[in-house]
């Protein structure tokens, strides 16, 4: 048994791994220095994307409140930033848009998230939807879906979304227990975030989903259930049910360490978890995906799908993260400096990284994981053989600890495995290139020449 086989087996007690792992989008990618990064984004620019789903995720990086959970806290909202920061977007969206990266192929996905993208007023919203729909090649069948929150999001900002366009909204809800959402910042009650929902669901314009968050200060067992059993009685179209990830940069990490807040134990989480996975399946919902489900087939999930994919994306706004041929990039997320560099007609770009030969790979591996199947056979390797010889004592231990429905070589992830899939991806994405010859060849990437 190898040394690096080992270090990622699983235990079959109730625990497979101590901890849950965590998944670093950046790493294994190498920095672009910040002097190389106005010519490396030009190139990136000229650059036509072939042969991958798009993608555009646009921030908006306001929100009314820092909530005790969110590690994605940016700037305090007022009213009077709504317009000179949609004009900035749009700006920023019309002089990219006869850039080959851009025009070159459809894009079947535009995420609108943030910090709150609803807290912008009506009429911005309308303009922001209407120039993505005007300057970007969006597929016909494109999912526009716009992140919200209950406070804010009125009539007219729903109807002005609508109107222009949109066809999905993502509410973030965390919990319907009114304790456990204003201790977390939440200020609505949770009988008012039930009578959004289903008036949001009533208009029946648009796919609706929500967010619910398990592992939560205060959400016992049977704070869960109740959880549960709100949202399968709503007339939603989908839900996702993500553990709680305590980040070091949110105030609830900083109440922890003061003991302040007390958090729920890991096996407290995956019996959570479990519990949402059999009574979702039990209300004949689909899993689509780790965290997420659906009610029917009007609920497509594709930006979250096609991003775990490695689809290309394209990214506008203070805050926003993009990749395409095997760069990544992030748009200033320093609301000064972004305002000064787009009134100064340039791209705010704050970090760039380029990717290492086996991030097909990894896209291929983090896709399967997250979709809850993956066939090692297909892996984009020039040996696939032998790494399927070199990795079966590992694959044989995770289907004995439950993780896997089969040993392998198309993994199938029990319900116990996909609360663990963040470590058999963390396992798999650092053991395949120590195992395997080389990756299948491609074409030479030039952008960060």
């Known amino acids: 048994m190898s040394a690096e086989l080992s270090a990622w087996f699983a235990e079959s007690g109730e625990l497979a791994f101590a901890k849950r792992a965590l998944v670093m989008p950046w790493r294994h990618r190498t920095p672009i220095i910040e002097t190389e990064h106005p010519a490396a984004w030009r190139r990136l620019q000229a650059a036509p994307r072939y042969g991958r789903k798009g993608l555009a995720y646009v921030h908006v990086p306001f929100c009314a409140n820092h909530c005790l959970f969110c590690g994605f806290y940016q700037n305090r909202w007022q009213e009077e930033a709504s317009r000179p920061y949609t004009d900035r977007l749009i700006a920023e969206i019309e002089r990219e848009t006869d850039t080959p990266l851009v025009h070159s192929a459809p894009i079947h996905a535009v995420y609108l998230g943030g910090g709150t993208p609803s807290a912008l007023a009506a009429n911005d919203l309308a303009r922001l939807i209407t120039a993505l729909r005007t300057h970007l090649p969006l597929a016909p069948d494109a999912e526009i879906t716009v992140e919200g929150r209950i406070r804010h999001f009125d009539d007219a900002r729903i109807d002005a979304c609508l109107d222009a366009g949109a066809n999905r909204f993502s509410i973030g809800v965390q919990s319907f227990d009114t304790q456990v959402r ?155 400096s972004y305002e000064a560099q787009i009134d100064a007609g340039l791209k705010p770009i704050s970090n760039m990284a380029t990717s290492d030969a086996w991030q097909r790979t990894r896209d291929t591996v983090t896709g399967g994981i997250e979709g809850g199947r993956l066939d090692l056979a297909t892996l984009p390797l020039a040996d696939v053989a032998a790494l399927l010889v070199r990795i079966e004592p590992l694959i044989a231990n995770w289907h004995e600890a439950g993780l896997l429905l089969d040993a392998g070589p198309v993994l199938r992830l029990s319900p116990r495995g996909r609360f663990w899939a963040n470590n058999l991806h963390s396992a798999l994405n650092e053991l395949i290139p120590q195992l395997a010859a080389a990756p299948a060849a491609e074409p030479a990437e030039s952008i960060a020449a």
Request: proline residues 3%; charged residues 25%; hydrophobic residues 40%.
């Open 182 to 336: 204003q201790r977390l910042g939440r200020q609505a009650r949770g009988e008012q975030a039930i009578a959004f929902l289903e008036g949001l669901a009533r208009r029946d314009r648009a796919t609706v989903v929500c967010d619910l968050i398990f592992g939560l200060p205060d959400q016992d067992d049977a704070v869960w259930q109740r959880d549960l059993d709100t949202v399968r009685g709503l007339p939603i179209d989908g839900v996702d049910l993500y553990a709680l990830n305590l980040l070091p940069t949110t105030p609830l990490f900083k109440a922890v360490e003061l003991q302040r807040r007390s958090l729920s134990t890991p096996q407290e989480r995956q019996r959570m978890y479990l519990a949402g996975v059999a009574q979702m399946r039990d209300a004949g919902w689909a899993q689509l995906s780790n965290s997420h489900w659906a009610r029917a087939t009007r609920e497509r999930n594709l930006y979250n799908q096609l991003i775990k994919d490695g689809a290309d994306c394209l990214a506008f706004g203070s805050g926003a993260g993009g990749s395409a041929h095997g760069v990544s990039y992030v748009v200033g997320g320093e609301l000064a």
